[in-house]
């Protein structure tokens, strides 16, 4: 099992910046894929961004050049840089881990971001 604690979340106005992260404990030495997605009040749950134990990004592309998925796999910990936030980025941000071998994923709790305008 593998458990996941996000912070950094919070409320910051329009323009503004935060960095999310997400800590993983328990089995993390068979983690591939961290990632980051969010889920607005009455939306699907959506891919923010996912780096490989290895680095390889793969990002949303209307979020590409906002925000930036980083890893301390050290630390075994994922970061979020939000930079020049809109409203629109209002949401809850799941931290996510992947096991390619098994074809697990496990979630972390979710971090409130508001922006206000």
């Known amino acids: 099992q593998v458990q996941l604690a996000e912070s950094g979340g919070g409320l910051v106005q329009a323009g503004g910046s935060l960095r999310l992260s997400c800590v993983a404990s328990?089995?993390?030495?068979?983690?591939?894929?961290m990632g980051w997605y969010r889920q607005a009040p009455g939306q699907q749950r959506e891919l923010v961004a996912v780096?490989?134990?290895?680095?390889?990004?793969n990002y949303a592309d209307v979020l590409k050049g906002r925000f930036t998925i980083s890893r301390d796999n050290a630390k075994n910990t994922v970061y979020l840089q939000m930079n020049s936030l809109k409203p629109e980025d209002t949401a809850v941000y799941y931290c996510?881990?992947?096991?390619?071998?098994?074809?697990?994923?496990?979630w972390g709790q979710g971090t409130q971001v508001t922006v206000s305008s």
């Open positions: 780096i490989s134990r290895g680095g390889t990004t």
């Open positions: 996510n881990a992947r096991i390619a071998l098994f074809d697990v994923n496990f």
């Open positions: 328990g089995r993390t030495s068979g983690i591939d894929d």
